[in-house]
């Protein structure tokens, strides 16, 4: 089945305490994104990545960090979390047509409370 | 910078309604749009995608129309059901790759 999956679902943390979320796409998509969900601010883009090797800052990268070493993956990584990363994180793929992307597929979502 | 509104923000109806979602960006230069239904608690489902050269999109019930133009945007839905019950998000694709989503309408159909 054709799809994006995210690790962990729910996470609850500390202050400062690293973490990482997992993205996986299966659809060889070169495209893929972050983005997180607030009440009120809508969905906001972090990070994307055309290819790999290839990442850029989208409206709020502040405090986050991504890698994709592999066309399939790519992880976020808070090194250091504060409470106004509290949100609910989504991960999206979509193939690239002539350099832009098209229909972007998203994954299920991470609930993170950092307390 | 893109900036994109939907309206309602919230739309309650009777179950078999026809009713139109609205959506509009400020800056023309766009390469699509895409129609997202959400869920609560959930991820986004793609709905229709329309490119920057095409008018309108059509999935069963569903019909979006695109007027870059004019920056607009509509999704119609025919014969509206309880299932159909979720916010339903317009995004723009912007040069550089920008996805810029509107805030939404919640739509609650009545049985």
């Known amino acids: 089945e054709a799809q994006v999956t995210q690790n962990p679902r729910y996470l609850i943390t500390v202050t400062g305490k690293k973490l990482t979320v997992t993205c996986s796409q299966n659809m060889n998509h070169e495209y893929m994104s972050w983005y997180r969900q607030d009440p009120g601010l809508g969905l906001r883009q972090i990070y994307y990545s055309m290819n790999v090797e290839v990442t850029d800052k989208g409206d709020v990268p502040e405090g986050y960090k991504v890698s994709r070493k592999e066309k399939r993956n790519f992880p976020l990584i808070l090194e250091s979390p504060s409470p106004n990363q509290t949100s609910l994180y989504f991960c999206?793929?979509?193939?690239?047509?002539?350099?832009?992307?098209?229909?972007?597929?998203f994954g299920p979502g991470t609930r993170l409370t950092v307390l | 910078k893109q900036e994109v509104t939907q309206i309602p923000a919230a739309l309650s109806v009777p179950e078999g309604e026809n009713l139109v979602l609205n959506c509009s960006f400020t800056d023309s230069a766009i390469y699509n749009l895409q129609w997202f239904r959400q869920d609560p608690g959930k991820g986004l489902t793609s709905l229709l995608l329309i490119q920057s050269s095409q008018r309108e999109q059509t999935s069963g019930r569903l019909n979006a129309s695109l007027d870059k133009s004019s920056g607009r945007s509509t999704l119609y839905i025919a014969a509206s059901q309880p299932g159909d019950s979720a916010t339903y998000l317009c995004?723009?694709?912007?040069?550089?790759?920008?996805?810029?989503f509107g805030g939404g309408t919640r739509l609650m159909v009545k049985p």
């Open positions: 995004a723009v694709t912007s040069p550089g790759n920008m996805l810029t």
């Open positions: 999206a793929s979509s193939p690239l047509d002539r350099g832009h992307y098209n229909e972007q597929f």
